[in-house]
């Protein structure tokens, strides 16, 4: 393709309210146009891009018996019911509408229900099985903040898988075939060296799942690596020990009760008292699906929503309201604690707290926080404490005992294992070789593609601009026209002809910029390879060849130049 036909132009600056480097970048480059936040279209050179990255997902999916289809985005409000999903603590009401006739449909941000409910239709006995879908489907998650670019935005595309399988171990084996499958994906775009499977929480989809990480300074996670294994953990599953904190009291003081009318928070708390956080307590109540419970954590941590839903088994977890607050302990918000702690309230404690002495905790009551509090002395010691705990810099692996690395990463995949949980809600069964009806063991696999994209230009890419490897980019070669002679002109477009007729694609800068310009461009866009044809090259008969990611060009003759594109 030649730069005069594309409709598409570089740019020096993005919009000035796009913050992300990737999205700065693709727009300036001209792979995407921002609709508006966190909705971009892909232009010519951006969809190009897509569907490379699309075609070694594919690759690999149909390598382990994938079967490609595409689902419809609309489904019925009876699709999500079965599962419990059409509620709106769930999915957000933005993704559901009604069609004139009344009837109510969602948008389609996931599509485990509607796969269930077509195959129910084609798998009814074991010899139907084991079967495995994907499909490259737009998705939509309405996002509060949109402000990494493709990489996390309102609408995207997403490769998304289902397996279906007889029983555990046979969903197992695939299960784990997925995993490798998805590392030969990221090992094949370039980002193998700095992607981790990680445990993680299942979120609306499942208990628990497997995230695949990527190491990228623009990403919103975190994951916690043992130097050892290199296993790694998502944030919020992380499991960790609280280092021994060093200050701690040996001689237990007399329990007194603070007055302090208005005085909430533990920083605030921590000054008042005159003692570390590490020796204050952190008291939240939630509704566990029924169940009131206080989770108590160490002043200087946070309540890990995922570990206590765990620890608890609930299919619900809530925090409470302030009416719900006040009601249950009978003060003001902000001076819970486990001091007159009303019963019939589940008291569940971090790990943290066990080695504490003389601290501080709510006493139930409105302005009272109780200081100087021991565990059997002043309030009942748990028979059993746990992790409920938000992992933090400095924590340790319980097992192994080592402190964690930390990274910040962008998540590029994710695989879930249903189980027959979603198979029992929506009766999705086959017929065994004994003639009894089974639930099929289910399990869910997804690959961001755009957010893929989105990482490969953060962590791909210079002051310059973008630099694609030769698997992903959107041509292989960047040849540029230095003059507008007869001589010059035909010289490139020989060259443009005889690199297509190796098999390589070619964009082909017969424009009028300076030369500067055209460079600039070439290093913007970001392809792996350019080439220059000039007066100065024709006359030596040779061509000047320089790597995207190298500083230096070389001049290369006819058969060289062919022998380092095509081998």
């Known amino acids: 393709m030649k730069t005069s036909e594309l409709f598409t132009r570089t740019a020096r600056q993005a919009p000035a309210e796009e913050v992300s480097k990737n999205a700065q970048l693709l727009i300036r480059a001209g792979y ?87 195959l129910k239709t084609y798998l009814t006995s074991y010899k139907d099985l084991p079967i495995n879908v994907y499909q490259f489907q737009t998705k939509m ?46 090992n094949r775009v370039g980002l193998g060296d700095v992607t981790y499977v990680t445990f993680a929480s299942g979120g609306a989809f499942t208990q628990y799942s497997h995230e695949f990480q990527t190491i990228c300074e623009a990403g919103e996670d975190k994951i916690y690596q043992i130097p050892s294994s290199g296993q790694a953990f998502n944030e919020e599953v992380a499991p960790s020990r609280a280092p021994a904190f060093a200050d701690m009291p040996t001689e237990q003081e007399d ?38 419970v206080a989770a108590v954590v ?45 019963e019939g309230v589940r008291v569940i404690v971090d790990d943290a707290c066990e080695p504490l002495v003389n601290f501080e905790t709510g006493a139930n009551k409105t302005g009272q926080h109780a200081a100087n509090i021991n565990w059997d002395r002043d309030v009942t010691k748990p028979d ?20 964690y690395t930390i990274h910040k990463t962008a ?18 069964s086959y017929t ?70 190796w098999g390589i694609e070619v964009l082909y800068d017969d424009s009028e910029k300076r030369p500067g310009e055209k460079f600039a461009d070439a290093d913007l866009i970001g392809i792996p390879h350019r080439i220059v044809v000039s007066p100065k090259t024709i006359a030596e008969e040779k061509y000047e060849y320089k790597k995207r990611t190298e500083d230096e060009a070389e001049i290369l003759d006819i058969e060289s130049l062919k022998s380092r594109l095509t081998q």
Not at 151 to 179: L, T, V
């Open 32 to 118: 995407v146009y921002k609709m508006m936040a966190g909705v971009y279209a892909y232009t010519p050179l951006g969809l190009r891009v897509l569907e490379n990255i699309k075609q070694i997902v594919r690759e690999e999916m149909n390598a382990i018996g994938g079967q490609e289809l595409i689902m419809s985005s609309l489904q019925k409000k009876e699709t999500w019911d079965a599962t419990g999903r059409w509620d709106d603590e769930v999915v957000d009401i933005w993704f559901k509408s009604k069609l004139k006739d009344g009837t109510e449909v969602g948008f389609a941000w996931s599509h485990e229900e509607a796969i269930i409910e077509m």
């Open 141 to 186: 998650r309405n996002e509060l903040r949109a402000k990494s670019g493709i990489m996390r935005g309102r609408e995207f595309i997403m490769k998304d898988m289902y397996s279906c399988s007889i029983n555990a171990e046979q969903h197992e084996a695939f299960y784990q075939s997925s995993i490798d499958a998805y590392m030969r994906v990221f």
């Open 255 to 292: 329990m007194n009760v603070v007055e302090a009318e208005g005085l909430t928070g533990v920083g605030a708390i921590a000054e008042r008292l005159a003692i570390p956080r590490e020796r204050t307590t952190k008291t939240m109540l939630y509704l566990a699906d029924d169940e009131m």
């Open 298 to 342: 160490r002043g200087d941590y946070a309540v890990n929503v995922d570990k206590l839903r765990a620890v608890l088994d609930a299919q619900k977890l809530q925090l409470a309201s302030e009416d719900n607050i006040r009601d249950i302990t009978g003060a003001e918000p902000g001076y819970a604690g486990l001091v007159n702690m009303p």
């Open 384 to 403: 059993t404490f746990h992790d409920i705990k938000m992992a933090k810099k400095g924590d340790i692996h319980p097992e192994t005992g080592e402190v």
């Open 411 to 428: 998540e590029v995949g994710n695989i879930f294992n249903f189980g027959t949980q979603k198979s029992k809600d929506t009766n999705f």
């Open 432 to 501: 065994d070789e004994q003639g009894e009806l089974q639930y099929v063991h289910l399990g869910s696999y997804g690959i961001g593609v755009t957010r893929l994209m989105g990482v490969l230009a953060e962590n791909f890419s210079d002051e310059k601009g973008l630099r694609w490897s030769d698997e992903v980019a959107p041509f292989r070669v960047y040849l540029v026209r230095i003059g507008n002679d007869e001589e010059t002109i035909s010289a490139a477009d020989t060259l443009y002809a005889k690199l297509q007729s």
